[in-house]
């Protein structure tokens, strides 16, 4: 017989964040601009926002070390992931309330427009993680003097 205790809290806990994905996801293949989620067991808070120069994210990672947080920019496309790994220690035997969640997370972000991957700043103070993701400045073709042609 094993020594595993069935946990309830945990279970639904579980279950709830399985239907906040799947809620995201269905939203985000409906065309609105929700952020995508990859895959994960928990879902960080997140804000996007456009400036005239770039985009601005900012997640809430609190107990997240810097180091276990990844962030890729390839064109239009931010993608951020890490992990919030449980605490050392000894498990408790039995929980009286869960609400935090561990493990690992990925979001992945469609911006409007292309980004500067070499300009982009990140910055990490308190948990909160604000990224900085400069557009990409394209060059206009040579002006034509004179009239318009049709």
Known sequence: MSSHRWDPVAD???LQERMN?????????EGMDAPLLL???????????????????????PGIDEDDI???VAGDQLLVR??????????????HRMER???SF?????????????RVRATFTDGLLRLELPKVAYRRGPRSRGGRSA
């Open 106 to 118: 990925s979001r992945v972000f469609t911006l409007t427009q292309d980004v500067d991957p070499s």
């Open 82 to 95: 890490g992990e919030r790994r449980a605490e050392a220690g000894e498990r408790p035997e039995r929980y």
């Open 101 to 103: 969640s561990h493990g």
């Open 12 to 14: 639904l806990l579980s």
């Open 39 to 61: 895959t994960g067991s928990w879902i960080p808070l997140a804000d996007a926002y456009e400036t005239a120069d770039g985009f601005v994210v900012q997640m809430e990672l």
């Open 21 to 29: 994905r799947l809620f995201e996801e269905s939203l985000s293949r």
């Open 70 to 72: 990844e962030i890729h």
